[in-house]
């Protein structure tokens, strides 16, 4: 396939989504984003084993000082200690304000890569190579960068862009099924959220993506890139619209805390936090019955779970209200009006969201 | 006096510093510059002692709902382990991305409030209430935040600007002795590098603001503020111009370093760096010994030390290695053409800069 290639333009700091076959082995495509100073590959030992020889012995080809940081492996690593052994090694090895730190892996090393480069000497410029669906769709726009801290996910951050996103899709066919799938519902979210187009694009081609056939992934990930922009572009620093984003995800949290973080995938609990905001959606009157059911029924194509586990109402309404979307003490949802049609609302029927939640069945 | 107002203009991002008597104590001031969250008062143990119950009730009087969180005092303690004592704190009080955090302090108070206030949740608003000369003329400008890393002064940061600034000349009052001559070495400094007239008032005026006449700190304030203004919206991510500000700087981290960190005071050292970079000055033929002999006298006069340790040549110019403004290996130095006009260079003879510090005579 040939590359593709989305301009992400925020206003004075625009940069290049590049998205093909093989970029892992294109040394060139870097070397023009990097300055005069070193690049620090920051990755992880699961991603070392596949991916770091080849990339660093390509770069070092074209040119490129380049030196590699290996993290533990798993999002219980994504703490202030690992980043700062990060900050050690950039220091031991005398890097300056001229470094580059590249991200090799998924959202894991890209946020705290990301975070690294936002304030190691108060930031150096980073590029971003994700190696996971999840973070090609997801991670490659939008600047968030965190670790996080005992009291909860993603608290300590920084919005910062990358220079480049290189998103090789050879990558993903190393990519365990599961999360390909936890991928694919960010996918799905785009289409659900503004895309409704794309959504039915997604029902019609769900198996040449599960199949990982390079043209449909491809396609995909740059649509997926496209609305993450769009949305970004209106709205970097997270005031307003760019919370449609997050469609799912104030269930998804829910889910993911109440069984214990690790359990679930995000991506998986995403999916079932779709389907129990679409049915709030359907309860408030907006969309009907069998949009929920479209939505239920792609991402089931897409090997996910659509049934939310049961936690009890209660326990879901205490730990939404640890979300960061709270303010003023006021529950927000981000709702859909139609496939293709999302807004953030305080304004919905709290007795509503109570049945939504008390409608989950046990888990037998 | 009246109070003074500056407005500091970079581009989208402009706030006001306010200068005045008794600022503490207006509360009004502060009203329209918080949202609808919580205000967080980030203070030190010394700090708190004289100022914190009176500005904290003021606020709450004021119908602000704000928590004090009270830190260690001293440049030690701007470590990764205090600044997550900030990040427990406002998580155990549940503050979401609406809250403000409020700087009360000097430096390294500004620069952990700062740094938390960038990174907490990705980023909340944040104001600066500096009580001492050095963070009203230095830190109030530019956006600099930082914590220190083992290996390094400020070497994990981020660039943040405040909301507002408010610069309270009454609590100058109880500032030891030895911490005014600091934040008059900063001043002094603004007057060098690039305000010729400013630096003859200084000269003019050296015992009013020794004697704490508020309305002389309050001038020194404010046009040191302007300075500073003036050369970060120039150029705020410090790529060029705004590396004047370090004049004195690189000598002046070299004695830090070289005597061990807190036995002379930042201004002190940067006081006496001053000097050695006008004696390289005049060696490159650019200033005259009398300029020197100009700067030294002033310095003298706000009671700075004007002659740097003797560590011997070498490892003056080991430790001015480890400095950030060392790009591609090489070393640069800020020098003056004359007084009131800085300029940043590596184009200057090295021998002359081992001949300077050679010079430099023995503690005895």
């Not at 910062?160 to 998103?167: A, I, K, T």
């Not at 519902?185 to 769900?206: H, P, Q, R, S, T």
């Not at 609302?345 to 008390?358: I, K, N, Y």
């Amino acid at each position: 396939m040939r590359n593709l290639t989305l301009n992400v333009d925020l206003k004075g700091r625009d940069y290049p989504i590049i998205i093909g076959a093989d970029l892992l082995g294109s040394a060139h495509l870097v070397k023009p984003y990097l300055g005069s100073g070193r690049a620090v590959i920051v990755t992880n030992e699961a991603v070392a084993a596949l991916y770091l020889e080849r990339f660093e012995a390509n770069l070092r080809e074209a040119g490129i000082d380049a030196f590699s940081i290996s993290l533990p492996d798993g999002e219980r690593y994504k703490t202030w200690e690992t980043l700062n052994s990060i900050f050690d090694a950039m220091l031991a090895q005398r890097c300056d304000r001229a470094t580059t730190v590249i991200a090799l892996g998924g959202g894991v090393v890209g946020d705290m890569a990301g975070f690294a480069a936002a304030t190691y000497q108060r930031g150096v410029s980073y590029i971003q190579v994700p190696t996971t669906l999840l973070a090609q769709v997801d991670s490659s726009v939008g600047g968030k960068t965190a670790i996080n801290h005992p009291l909860g996910k993603n608290m300590i951050g920084a919005f910062y862009q990358p220079r480049l996103v290189l998103s090789d899709l050879s990558t993903l066919s190393t990519l365990p099924r599961r999360e390909l799938s936890a991928g694919l519902a960010e996918v799905v979210k785009y289409g659900a959220i503004m895309d409704a187009e794309f959504f039915a694009w997604l029902e019609e081609n769900m198996q040449k993506l599960m199949a990982r056939d390079l043209d449909a992934l491809g396609y995909a990930v740059e649509r997926s890139c496209k609305c993450k922009a769009d949305v970004v572009a209106d709205d970097e620093r997270e005031a307003g619209r760019r919370a449609i984003l997050n469609f799912g995800h104030t269930f998804g949290h829910a889910i993911e805390a109440g069984l214990g973080f690790g359990n679930w995938l995000h991506g998986e609990a995403v999916s079932a936090g779709m389907v129990l905001a679409a049915s709030m959606s359907a309860r408030q009157g907006e969309i009907s019955d069998s949009d929920v059911a479209r939505l239920a029924r792609v991402l089931k194509q897409a090997g996910l779970p659509v049934q939310a586990p049961s936690l009890g109402a209660q326990r879901y309404l205490d730990l939404m209200g640890y979300d960061k979307k709270v303010q003023d003490g006021k529950l927000r949802l981000v709702l859909l009006r139609s496939i293709g049609d999302a807004y953030l609302t305080a304004d919905f029927s709290a007795a509503g969201l109570e049945q939504v939640l008390t409608d989950i069945p046990d888990d037998g």
